[in-house]
């Protein structure tokens, strides 16, 4: 539905329920009018970062003339889709909104609602486009086509994703609107992968009060960090609703509460509104999520399965266990905390020894429960729950097992589930993983350096790089020089902040180190100052290290004096609002590295200049971290 109504617009128009002749004609004089003279005035409705509390970008809106009867949006589509001018009204709208957005030049992203039958015609191709954004002063990257449709139109999902897969490679990016509105958005998103989809305001409004909504939320944000997918809240309304989604780990937020549409929009957000967003706001809990870091949870287990209060009797827990046949366990949970479980096979037992039904069967199933089950929080980290699982008794290794969030009951998980997954997180990470340190490999790199970007989050990208490493690797021997390597990736892993920071082997001496923590800076230089006291530690003084190197033969036989190897670290804080790319943060990432090897011995060096030569860069590239630079 191509309806340019903003998250929180409802219809309004005048006139409304007048379907007189005289009515529609005096509608389409005025669309028509509309279409010569282009009176249409755009306006828009922030969208931001719930994680670091800046505007991530805009959802463009229209509005009719204010003094005719298609000022609302509803009502100007309603009259074009009757006289077959959606198309050229949408056009329309898509031009006078660009034009509005460069006029004003906004920060960020642009979301610009489109039909994907308008994608599919050439006179709006993505050629066509290019250029009109090249005429106004707008680079591709920062589009985003925000996809919409009328609930009763069907599409050929083939043809679609061609069409998407050639925006995509000219730099725009992809929304799908009203995610969970019916099984034809989520199709949609299986089918397209889209860098961002938008819920439905359904199930943001009174997120707060409602448990279904909020498990509602939690699946759906656990499929978008799986599928690389970041997630935007429409219709948000309350302070309530706004704290839910932050605490949740939901990346993006658009509605009232946040911001109106305006013709002249905020750019952006007041201090007392980022302390909002900072209190409710986990770092810890969000960066969890992404599959890049491997970070799975017993949340991952999680599942639904019917649960008897204390007070139900023997017999109805047998009833339970008849109706629902693949049932192993029902937890027993008064007021939403969870005081034991009942195993089907227990409860078997115990009823199959004579009299025990007919002394027991009317008595409350407490009485036979295990009051002291395995019970795991949600953010219960995968391999801290399988040493806790080792590690108890034999009966409760094979037990299901109750996952809880801070101490309120949410659902069982099971043994085997948790074994599944282990497996898979072995599997990626042999897959993924550089076999030297175990430190995540290119794949996983991109994944979440793409993610950070995507969520529209800060953070400080450092490209490590060993000095000097060859003559040492040539001297000493390959077994030597992977000693140093694998040194200098425990001392980046052990000054990382665990639950925030990302570090990578991209592959040989080339390391890459994601930052969030806000103290990085002290963080890159202790990771200086141990590799120091690593080198010296490995090379003795009895080798020379006291000279800060070493003698040995060249390639000619001569004797040469070599420097110990050491570390440069180049330094760009990324700003979502200047990357588009992942292959941009590369290029400016080894940028910056090329300028700290110009220093000899351990050095760093801070890209930080405003206006970035790399800017101009183009933004497609497949596998922008491919492996070490050879040339450096």
């Known amino acids: 539905m191509v309806s340019y109504s903003g998250s929180n617009s409802a219809p309004a128009s005048a006139g409304a329920g007048d379907d007189s002749g005289s009515t529609d004609t005096a509608r389409l004089s005025c669309l028509e009018r509309i279409l010569e003279t ?29 003094d005719g009867p298609l000022h609302s949006p ?57 250029g009109f954004l090249d005429e106004i002063g707008i680079e591709a990257g920062r589009i985003v086509f925000e996809l919409t449709e009328h609930p009763h139109t069907g599409h050929d999902y083939d043809a679609l994703r061609e069409v998407v897969a050639r925006y995509r490679r000219m730099g725009f990016q992809i929304a799908i609107d009203d995610v969970g509105e019916g099984f034809s ?57 706004l704290r839910f989604l932050a605490e949740n780990g939901i990346a993006c937020g658009q509605g009232f509460y946040i911001a109106h549409p305006n013709a002249n929009p905020m750019t952006a957000l007041s201090e007392d509104f980022k302390k909002l967003l900072a209190n409710g706001w986990s770092v810890k809990h969000h960066m969890k999520m992404p599959p890049a870091r491997g970070g799975r949870s017993a949340k991952t287990l999680l599942r639904s399965v019917p649960v008897v209060e204390p007070t139900f009797t023997n017999n109805q827990v047998c009833d339970v266990f008849a109706e629902y046949t693949d049932l192993h366990t029902v937890p027993v949970v008064a007021s939403g905390k969870p ?12 009823f199959a020894r004579p009299y025990q039904r007919e002394l027991y069967g009317k008595k409350p199933c407490s009485m036979f429960m295990n009051d002291k089950p395995l019970v795991a929080d949600k953010d219960t980290s995968l391999q801290q729950l399988s040493h806790i699982l080792v590690q108890a008794d034999q009966h409760r290794l094979i037990s299901d097992f109750i996952i809880t969030d801070e101490g309120r009951y949410l659902g069982i998980g099971t043994s085997h589930d948790l074994l ?12 993924y993983a550089n076999p030297l340190t175990q430190l995540p490999g290119n794949v996983p790199i991109n994944q979440h350096l793409d993610y950070l970007l995507q969520s529209g989050l800060y953070f400080c990208a450092c490209y490590v790089d060993l000095d000097s490493f060859k003559p040492f690797n040539d001297v000493f021997g390959y077994k030597k020089g992977d000693d140093i ?5 425990r001392i980046l892993s052990s000054l990382a902040d665990a639950d925030s920071d990302f570090v990578g082997h991209i592959g040989g001496d080339d390391f890459l180190v994601m930052f969030q923590s806000k103290d990085w800076e002290q963080r890159c230089n202790a990771i200086l100052r141990e590799f120091t006291v690593g080198m010296a530690q490995y090379f003795d003084a009895a080798r020379g290290s006291d000279l800060g190197g070493y003698y040995a033969k060249d390639r000619r036989g001569n004797r040469q004096f070599y420097a110990l190897p050491s570390l440069s670290i180049g330094v760009i804080e990324v700003d979502p609002l200047h990357f ?6 590369s290029v400016a990432a080894a940028q910056a590295k090329t300028q700290a090897k110009k220093t000899l011995g351990n050095s760093m060096f801070v890209e930080r200049r405003k206006h970035r030569p790399w800017a101009s860069v183009e933004p497609y590239s497949p596998s922008p971290f491919h492996g070490p630079d050879m040339s450096a």
């Open 185 to 241: 958005s989520l199709r949609r998103w299986s089918e397209l992968l889209p860098e961002y989809i938008k819920i439905d305001m359904h199930f943001i409004q009174g997120v707060d009060n409602s448990p279904v909504k909020q498990q509602f939320i939690r699946s759906l944000n656990d499929i978008a960090h799986k599928a690389g997918t970041v997630i935007v809240a429409e219709g948000v309304e309350t302070e309530n609703e």
């Open 420 to 431: 599944r997954e282990l497996t898979d997180m072995q599997i990626d990470a042999a897959r």
């Open 38 to 66: 282009r009176r249409l005035d755009a306006v828009f409705q922030p969208i931001i970062s719930l994680g670091k509390g800046h505007i991530l970008g805009y959802e463009g809106l229209i509005r009719g003339p204010l």
């Open 580 to 585: 588009d790319s992942v292959h941009q943060i």
């Open 339 to 350: 005081l034991g479980i009942i195993t089907r096979t227990a409860l078997i037992e115990r």
């Open 74 to 130: 509803v009502e100007l589509f309603k009259v074009a889709r009757a006289n077959n001018l959606a198309l050229e009204v949408e056009r329309l709208c898509c031009r006078v909104i660009l034009e509005r957005y460069a006029e004003l030049n906004l920060p960020g992203k642009l979301f610009l609602n489109v039909s994907p039958m308008a994608l599919e015609l050439s006179n709006f191709s993505a050629a066509t486009i290019l």
């Open 485 to 489: 390597i694998q040194m200098t990736g």
